[in-house]
């Protein structure tokens, strides 16, 4: 987990949020076991923002992956902060429920979730209409 958290921690100081001022840094460990990271990039119209999970898993499949094994989030707030609804489910698509998915923040303090804990029905290729 720590050179997980590194990643994270070193990505979230490239962080572009001048409207949120809440920079993110995640770092992505694959099957293989290589590290993908990214940042999240605010816009002034805010939809086309990019969420640092979004960034890392991008950064992931341009390298030719497919499987997250593990997750590390980094923020700057008072309190970890969790991925958001919409990066829990792209993080579904690349992961298993039962990966870990450790939040946390500059001074040092993490809480680790599964990511089935954090998105109990997840969207998938398998499930049944």
């Not at 999240?40 to 030719?64: K, Q």
């Amino acid at each position: 987990m720590k050179t997980l958290s590194d990643h994270a921690r070193s990505i979230l100081a490239q962080a572009y949020a001048p409207y949120s001022n809440y920079a993110v840094g995640a770092a992505l460990r694959t099957s293989s076991g290589n590290i993908y990271s990214g940042c999240n990039v605010e816009n002034a119209a805010y939809p086309l923002g990019n969420c640092a999970e979004a960034s890392a898993i991008a950064a992931m499949i341009a390298g030719g992956e497919r499987e997250i094994a593990e997750v590390f989030v980094m923020t700057n707030g008072d309190t970890p902060g969790t991925p958001c609804g919409g990066c829990r489910q792209r993080l579904a698509e690349f992961a298993s429920t039962d990966i870990q998915v450790h939040c946390g923040l500059l001074s040092g303090e993490v809480a680790t979730y599964t990511l089935g804990e954090l998105l109990p029905f997840a969207f998938s290729l398998t499930e049944e209409s």
